[in-house]
Nanobody
């Protein structure tokens, strides 16, 4: 499975940004696909994930109500719509996928990160 993230950039606080993650290869292996992020000097943290088969979702408390994850099965692409962005959302965002149905299981496949910077 190969994952290609895109869509990062610079945005003002309160603004919106959409990230995309295109999946290719043995996509049938994917159960859940989602996003992690890592801010400077901090550990990588889980943001959100979606079940590829039925679209059910799971969010970290820090983004609930502001971020929306979705997927387009026909395009093998997953999206993260980020709204009401805060400076603390600044991080490198990584697309990842797992063969497990457990939301916070070990993720098996990772894409390169995309930088999101929120200016205050």
């Amino acid at each position: 499975v190969q994952l290609q993230a895109s869509g990062g950039g610079l945005v003002q606080a309160g603004g919106s940004l959409r990230l995309s993650c295109a999946a290719s290869g043995s996509i049938f292996k994917i159960s859940n696909i989602g996003w992690f992020r890592q801010a400077p000097g901090k550990e990588r943290e889980f943001v959100t994930a979606i079940r590829w088969s039925d679209g059910s979702t799971y969010y970290a408390d820090s983004v609930k109500g502001r971020f929306t994850i979705s997927r387009d099965v026909a395009k093998n692409t997953m999206y993260l719509q980020m709204s009401s962005l805060k400076s603390e959302d600044t991080a490198v965002y990584f697309c990842a996928a797992t063969k497990s149905v457990i939301w916070l299981a070990r993720y098996d496949y990772w894409g390169r990160g995309t930088q999101v910077t929120v200016s205050s």
